[in-house]
């Protein structure tokens, strides 16, 4: 059965910062990485999708790598615009996306 | 809202009425499927569907009917509301080239 794990539940950080979010998971094949931010009150925001081990994708401050048994999301010198829930999921067969339960992220000035 | 629309954005039940939970998609994409997120449950996948007609079950589907009968339209039926399914419900679609999830801005249910 897949799992994903992320880890810590929640994490505060002060403006600037840098620090990093884990993604654990366990898939029998994968077919895609998936780190969402959510904003309270509203839908999941799409960030990445990473397909294979060594892959790394940039966007602003944000940073998400994989290995083959997890994914780091690197926030570099945040602002308090970071903060949020980030939700990683996979995907193995089909569509379907198996996801974590979030790590919350509070930046405060 | 990511191509994605839901409606009505807030719900209140009572136990054992119905309702449909809307959502329409303006991307002509095939996919598309119903989440619900609970407090330290994560997001968890309910029904599902690969295109007009052709509907399946995820992981909670217990409660909840689907049909597909336009690509654009992939409403969520309660047909006896129970307070076990008081939740925030997401509906999305995928699209091509990355099979990328879209997701839409939710709604709130509470089920009295």
């Known amino acids: 059965e897949d799992q994903v794990t992320q880890s810590p539940e929640a994490l505060r950080l002060q403006e600037g910062e840098s620090s990093s979010l884990n993604c654990s998971y366990t898939?029998?094949?994968?077919?895609?990485l998936f780190w969402y931010r959510q904003d309270p009150g509203k839908g999941p925001e799409f960030l990445f999708t990473?397909?294979?081990a060594g892959e790394e994708k940039e966007k602003e401050r944000l940073k998400a790598t994989l290995t083959k048994k997890e994914s780091f999301l690197h926030i570099t010198a945040p602002k308090p615009e970071d903060s949020a829930t980030y939700l990683c999921?996979?995907?193995?067969?089909?569509?379907?996306?198996?996801f974590g339960k979030g790590t919350s992220l509070l930046v405060t000035p | 809202n990511a191509g994605v629309t839901q409606t009505p954005k807030f719900q209140v039940l009572k136990t054992g009425q119905s309702m449909t939970l809307q959502c329409a998609q303006d991307?002509?994409?095939?996919?598309m499927s119903w989440y619900r997120q609970d407090p330290g449950m994560g997001l968890r996948l309910i029904h599902y569907?690969?295109?007009?007609?052709?509907?399946d079950q995820g992981e909670v589907p217990n409660g909840y009917n689907v049909s597909r009968s336009t690509t654009e339209d992939f409403p969520l039926r309660l047909l006896s509301a129970a307070p076990s399914q008081t939740s925030v419900y997401f509906c999305?679609?995928?699209?091509?080239?990355?099979?990328?999830?879209?997701f839409g801005p939710g709604t709130r249910l509470t089920v009295l």
């Open positions: 991307m002509n994409h095939e996919y």
């Open positions: 898939v029998s094949g994968l077919r895609g």
């Open positions: 999921a996979v995907r193995d067969s089909g569509y379907a996306l198996n």
């Open positions: 999305n679609r995928t699209g091509p080239p990355t099979d990328t999830q879209y």
């Open positions: 569907s690969v295109g007009a007609g052709i509907t």
């Open positions: 990473l397909y294979s």
